[in-house]
């Protein structure tokens, strides 16, 4: 019997387990094109959610939407309801600024700011009205080491970041988003614009990450998603096909399409 989407959103968790995100049938719309369908997804708080699927499936378009990014593009129309523990997102009370303050985002490509490497760290706690040179020295400190590039910057601080390789430039970048202290970290293909080894180093961090906050990331990399998630959403078409802890996804795939993805025949 074919499971429905909300069969498909809920996968049992411990009782202490809490809910970050629940989607609940959620259409998107870029002008006439229905890019999201009937969504249904529970994404949990200190976990890694992979998002896969081949180019043009929603993947973007669905992290974009959870802190209304995609609401920058003026076509854009939707239906359903986002919660972010419990508040409905598209709520018209509910200020988008407060909304991405608490929902960090890395891009596929880093985008420093062209400022120097401290002024890049400060500069998101400086709009939120932080002035004390010692607070920020201890907040860029503390952003830089959890994102585990202190020991290599920290004499460069005055710098500009633009002199750093891609792969630190990228861990600057999830410093930034760690600055304002947010609860859930989106990531955009995080890793497709960096070398094997800068790759690594961002799996890694990621995976420490998750100690203290909600990551979903969306990957073209099977292998990747294999080894870093918790949890696994295959999404097709704009659809979620099937959405499960990631052994499971990669092991005994319920979909036949799912396996097809994962095994190489199409994507």
């Not at 062209?114 to 932080?130: E, L, V």
């Not at 293909?189 to 960096?194: D, H, I, Q, V």
């Not at 052994?247 to 799912?258: A, Q, V």
Request: hydrophobic share 35%; charged share 30%; with cysteine.
């Amino acid at each position: 019997m074919k499971k429905t989407t909300n069969e498909l959103s809920h996968i049992e968790e411990p009782a202490q387990k809490q809910i970050v995100y629940q989607t609940k049938e959620l259409n998107l719309w870029y002008g006439d094109t229905h890019a999201l369908k009937d969504i249904h997804l529970d994404i949990y708080e200190n976990e890694i959610t992979a998002i896969i699927g081949p180019s043009g499936c929603g993947k973007s378009t669905f992290i974009k939407t959870l802190n209304r990014m995609v609401e920058l593009v003026p076509i854009v129309k939707t239906s359903g309801e986002i919660l972010y523990r419990g508040r409905n997102i598209f709520d018209k009370t509910y200020p988008v600024e407060e909304l991405r303050t608490k929902v960090g985002m890395v891009f596929q490509k880093p985008n420093p700011f062209p400022k120097s490497i401290y002024d890049n760290i400060a500069y998101g706690p400086r709009i939120h009205g932080i002035k004390d040179r010692k607070i920020l020295d201890e907040i860029v400190e503390k952003s830089l080491r959890n994102a585990a590039i202190w020991d290599e910057v920290k004499d460069r601080l005055k710098e500009n970041a633009y002199g750093l390789s891609g792969g630190q430039q990228q861990r600057l970048c999830i410093a930034r988003a760690l600055a304002i202290e947010p609860d859930v970290i989106l990531m955009d293909e995080p890793t497709s614009a960096l070398d094997p080894i800068s790759t690594l180093k961002v799996e890694e961090l990621v995976q420490e990450l998750k100690e203290k906050f909600s990551i979903i990331i969306v990957t073209h990399n099977m292998q990747q998603a294999a080894r870093i998630s918790d949890k696994t959403a295959f999404f097709l078409n704009g659809e979620v096909i099937e959405y499960d802890q990631t052994d499971k996804i990669f092991s005994t795939p319920k979909d036949k399409r799912t396996e097809n993805y994962i095994t190489g025949r199409f994507g």
